[in-house]
């Protein structure tokens, strides 16, 4: 097979790369760029793809004997996985830039520009496993708990799975990958990983949001509307948001708040109890099914959050006035849902789909009395 | 010792960005490379690499037209530019210290430019940059506005000689006369024109010049500036004092009479190679014409020239944008192919950005992206082109199907 292998400078794509390498696949390794942003540019950076990375991308490609570019996606990522992400904020929703970008990006602009340039497939670092099953490839999680990426893959279709390779599903440890990047003679093997968002270098979320979005000071009010606090724009909060409020005052019973919903409308940050959070019915839009759509209720476990717990639940398929979307029935309470936060459908290790969360609300209360987590999907 | 130098496998077509050390290059460096000696010291050792250094700065000095005490030797073309374009400055700036601006064609390359910008953010300079039209060549009408108008405050005029991307050999006589009207001294960027079309310093008229060994068939890290002895020229580098106080360093003994060798075979085989490469060059264009018909071809005309002669095209260069299709999907799909050409646009930083040459002529950004130059050189063959034309229509093609799908996608259009 032709296959483009993404490297980012990383270990995990550096081995990845090397294992499609010796696997027996005519290998093309790729650095993306995806930052229009010149403080990315520096060394060290806390995110990914500086110039320092795209260097140590081409080293491993000497190393494995593959070619190399550097090919500039930097616009299409501007205009879907940071767009989304500060539109999404600003409608008080909190977003999962790793998702969109797999989803517009790796696996979709950097796909099809690999299909149409003549590969047949693209190999990522991914912790995650493909398995040839009955009806075609299924996506199941890694065997590395700690590192397991299904979770931000899912959103990928069917149609793309057939189209990916991820060479590091089998194995269980990063420390067996650094071992492999070692044996190798890949300098990159004691690289640290890069973690937060890829886009914002120096680690302040908040910060850059009120680059882009501008500062709009609001009221921070509890559940009665009474003013607690201040904030400089809503959309820098998130459902079940403890730290960083900047509450004057304790409640009066003494517990810690929580944000438990966010009106960018009004620009009003609600604070309350932890109860208020808590949720068992979740409502997704823009579902992705890597089987047949379950019609009926279904016994399955969802993961809501990227390095969360799957918990027990049924799903079914429906449709609402967007398009294919899920209804999930928790078999236990959650708390802290927030729209835009992408939920995943797992049996046992397969992945069975993904939707984007609309709604949580308690089965057990009114929606209409409920606070929290109900921000609509516009 | 006979030693060949030959470019990788396959259709090697960047000449304009790197070109094979000649035989005889090579083997001066090595030669030279195996004696001893600091050509600032004193004694015999010494003396005798002085000796070779001078030998050919005497020899560059004839192969450009100048004398041998006008020619400095750098490290290579960026070094000469910078040299040029903040020495001068500060040089003709402290003779009046109204004299801040700096005025550059549009086209020049970016180790103009950036010097130039550069002393614009942190030496109060103010840039001017010099327009010019589609065929890249410089509008002589907004040179003499600017001059007319600032005379006093301008510290040089920087165009270069021949432009490396789309070819435009540029009217440096006019440029020259226009400027020393007003007492304002000129510096063109040579790198490009040398051994391509008649280059000779004092006929110019010009008052500092660059010149590079590696587009020659000399080493990579040589180079020189040639700058008359009255040009005010301050140093950027400072130390031990050599070529005339302005560029300290101890001399690269065995490059600088590589160097020499190339510059004197570059020059002496001009006219016969330029004729070889113009032909081949015309067999590519043709050629490409006929199987992408939908490429344009950028820069002037290959087969106009001035009323002396001159070619208002380089001859070994060609360059084409191709509709629908961007730079990296063509570059990728010619290197599989083995064919090996340049898209022609800086990268800053990893990112390529669509070349500010195409640009300045008018080229609309989208159609910049699809850009892919042609370079020939000494080692140049027919069967190079031949590999290029059976290569490009099956290269464009899938090229202009993935820039179609970036399209779809609300990316690069």
Not at chain 2, 70 to 92: C, H, P
Not at chain 2, 197 to 221: C, L, N, Q, R, W
């Amino acid at each position: 097979m032709r296959v483009l292998a993404a490297m980012s400078g990383g270990v995990d794509s550096a081995v990845a790369a090397a294992l499609a390498v010796e696997a027996g696949h005519d290998v093309v390794g790729v650095h993306m760029a995806l930052s229009r942003n010149r403080d990315q540019f520096r060394t060290g950076s806390r995110g990914c793809c500086s110039i320092e990375d795209a260097g140590d991308a081409r080293r491993a490609a000497d190393v494995l004997g593959i070619p190399y570019y550097v090919w500039d996606l930097s616009e299409t990522f501007e205009e879907t996985v940071v767009a989304d992400f500060l539109s999404e904020y600003s409608a008080g929703r909190t977003p999962n830039p790793c998702v969109r970008c797999n989803e517009h990006i790796k696996f979709t602009a950097l796909l099809d520009k690999a299909t149409a340039l003549g590969f047949d497939a693209v190999a990522t670092g991914h912790y995650a496993r493909i398995e040839d099953g009955p009806d075609g490839p299924e996506l199941h999680r890694s065997p590395n708990d700690a590192k397991d990426q299904s979770y931000v893959l899912a959103v990928m279709g069917p149609e793309r799975l057939a189209r990916s390779v991820f060479p590091l599903g089998r194995f269980a440890t990063k420390d067996e990958v650094r071992a492999e990047a070692e044996r190798r003679g890949l300098s990159v093997s004691a690289k640290p990983d890069s973690y937060d968002i890829c886009f914002v270098a120096d680690g302040d979320t908040r910060g850059f949001l009120r680059d882009r979005l501008g500062e709009k000071p609001g009221e921070v009010v509890d559940t009665d509307g009474t003013v607690v606090g201040e904030h400089r724009g809503a959309f820098a909060y998130t459902i079940g948001q403890r730290k960083g409020l900047g509450l004057g005052r304790p409640a009066p019973d003494g517990r810690p708040r929580y944000v438990v919903d966010v009106d960018t409308e009004s620009n009003t940050v609600v604070v309350g109890p932890s109860e208020l959070l808590s949720v068992d019915r979740i409502d997704a839009s823009s579902a992705v099914w890597l089987v047949a759509a379950p019609q009926e209720w279904t016994d399955v476990t969802v993961q809501v959050r990227a390095h969360g717990r799957a918990v027990p639940a049924q799903v079914r398929a429906v449709s609402d006035g967007g398009g294919p979307a899920m209804e999930v029935r928790l078999g236990e309470h959650l708390r802290g849902i927030a729209s835009g936060q992408s939920i995943v459908v797992y049996r046992g290790t397969r992945v069975l789909g993904q939707g984007t969360v609309s709604g949580a609300h308690r089965a057990d209360v009114p929606v209409a009395a409920q606070v929290g987590a109900t921000a609509a999907h516009a | 010792m006979t030693v060949t130098t030959s470019p990788d496998p396959g259709a090697y077509l960047d000449h304009a960005a790197t070109t094979p050390m000649s035989p005889a290059a090579l083997e001066a460096f090595v030669s030279a490379a195996g004696r001893t000696g600091n050509a600032s010291s004193l004694h015999s050792a010494g003396r005798a690499a002085r000796r070779a250094v001078e030998e050919s700065r005497e020899a560059a000095a004839a192969a450009l037209g100048a004398r041998p005490s006008e020619v400095i030797f750098t490290a290579g073309g960026t070094e000469s530019d910078n040299l040029a374009v903040k020495g001068i400055f500060w040089g003709r700036r402290s003779q009046d210290s109204r004299r801040r601006r700096v005025l550059v064609s549009a086209v020049e390359h970016h180790a103009v430019l950036d010097p130039a910008f550069w002393l614009a953010g942190h030496a109060g300079a103010e840039i001017t940059l010099l327009p010019v039209d589609a065929e890249g060549r410089l509008d002589l009408d907004a040179l003499r506005a600017e001059l007319a108008a600032h005379a006093d405050e301008i510290a040089l005029v920087s165009v270069m000689w021949a432009n490396n991307e789309v070819g435009t050999v540029q009217p440096v006589r006019d440029v020259v006369r226009l400027a020393h009207q007003h007492g304002v001294p000129v510096h063109t960027d040579a790198i490009q024109a040398v051994g391509q079309v008649e280059v000779d310093f004092a006929a110019s008229g010009v008052d500092a010049m660059t010149v590079t060994g590696h587009k020659i068939g000399g080493p990579v890290g040589v180079g020189a500036l040639l700058a008359r002895r009255d040009l005010a020229l301050e140093a950027v580098s400072h130390g031990g004092g050599q070529e005339r106080g302005v560029r300290s360093g101890t001399l690269d003994v065995p490059a600088i009479r590589a160097f020499s060798v190339a510059l004197t075979d570059a020059v002496g085989r001009r006219e016969e190679h330029a004729a070889r490469l113009a032909a081949l060059r015309d067999t590519l264009v043709d050629g490409v014409r006929r199987v992408a018909p939908q490429a344009v071809l950028r820069g002037p005309d290959p087969a106009s020239s001035t009323p002396d002669g001159v070619p208002d095209r380089l001859p070994a260069n060609a360059h084409f944008t191709f509709p629908g299709a961007e730079g990296d999907s063509l570059l990728y799909l010619l290197d599989s192919a083995g064919v090996q050409a340049s898209t022609g646009s800086a990268c800053q930083a990893g990112v390529p950005q669509p070349s500010h040459v195409l640009l300045a002529t008018g080229v609309e950004e989208a159609d910049a992206r699809g850009a892919l130059r042609f370079s020939l050189g000494a080692t140049s063959t027919a069967q190079d082109v031949e590999a290029l034309l059976d290569a490009l229509p099956g290269v464009v093609e899938r090229a202009r199907a993935a820039g179609l799908v970036s399209a779809r996608q609300g990316g690069a259009a």
